[in-house]
């Protein structure tokens, strides 16, 4: 008997509760709740992407080459910022222009980030000329090179002195040491061939790298002659990856050809791969 009723007791508070959850009271409330947490839920989102921008990355854009004022322009327009950490001077840059920037072109970044800039200076600093008569072309590179300088036109002439510095010149003048000069500028240099009509090989430039190619036509005692760019360039920092394809006089590997020291080495140069000479196949024993 007792059982019975514990158990019709347990069944009655079972029906009472499914009444409860399925009357209009409850459906009511839960309604109420479930659409408090949506809407708590969905303001909270749009806090976030408020602030945190979600979304909203943008590609910085190339602002190598223009001035301040429309480096400030383009920025605008995207609701960037920028500002001039540094200043240097390079001859063939527009003054005042920008040279380098932080971040690089197209990195993604938020509204009002800030872009930092480096501009080419309105004023080319200034230095002392070095002296460089009297030592060898290989000291005066060195010297040329930490005082900011570069070695511009060789030119060789009669004397007992070979490959030692007779004048140093700029824009066609004798320069003497101490004066003032532009950094970065070339320096003319006039050398001693001996008293013999001195001649040199031709070097073998082509599959070199542009810079690497420089180097050896001075180290050759040559001049870097006319420089032929072809259809693959794009913009001029692809010369840093440039290769020489063809180059006159020719390099012939059978018989040496003899130039006099001083002359001119033309280079065309590129950055098509397959323009590269192919390897020479390796025969097997």
Not at 26 to 39: C, V
Not at 238 to 262: C, H, M, T
Request: net charge negative; no cysteine; aromatic share 8%.
């Amino acid at each position: 008997m007792k059982q019975g009723w514990q158990k019709a007791h347990r069944t009655g508070r079972i029906m009472n509760f499914l009444r409860f959850i399925f009357s209009r009271v409850f459906l009511k409330h839960l309604s109420i709740a479930i659409g408090i947490t949506i809407l708590t839920v969905s303001v909270i989102f749009l806090f976030l992407r408020i602030f945190t921008r979600h979304g909203q990355a943008l590609s910085v854009p190339d602002l190598t080459g223009y001035s301040i004022e429309e480096v400030d322009s383009i920025l605008i327009e995207r609701e960037l910022h920028f500002q001039i950490v540094d200043s240097v001077f390079n001859m063939n840059a527009e003054r005042g222009s920008v040279i380098d920037q932080n971040p690089r072109p197209e990195f993604k970044v938020k509204k009002n980030r800030t872009i930092f800039i480096t501009i080419n200076a309105f004023n080319p600093e200034i230095i002392s000329m070095p002296n460089l008569v009297g030592v060898s072309l290989r000291q005066a590179g060195a010297i040329i090179q930490t005082a900011g300088l570069q070695i511009g036109k060789l030119t060789y002439v009669p004397d007992i002195a070979v490959n030692n510095v007779l004048q140093q010149k700029y824009r066609g003048n004798v320069i003497e040491e101490g004066d003032s000069i532009v950094k970065g500028s070339e320096v003319d240099l006039v050398l001693g061939r001996g008293l013999s009509d001195d001649k040199t090989a031709a070097p073998d430039l082509v599959g070199m790298l542009f810079e690497d190619a420089k180097q050896k036509i001075l180290d050759r005692y040559l001049n870097l002659g006319a420089l032929i760019y072809d259809r693959s360039f794009s913009n001029a920092d692809d010369s840093a990856a440039a290769f020489v394809w063809k180059q006159r006089p020719v390099y012939n590997e059978e018989e040496e050809i003899l130039i006099n020291l001083g002359a001119s080495v033309d280079v065309w140069i590129t950055v098509d791969s397959t323009k590269l000479p192919l390897p020479e196949e390796i025969e097997l024993p």
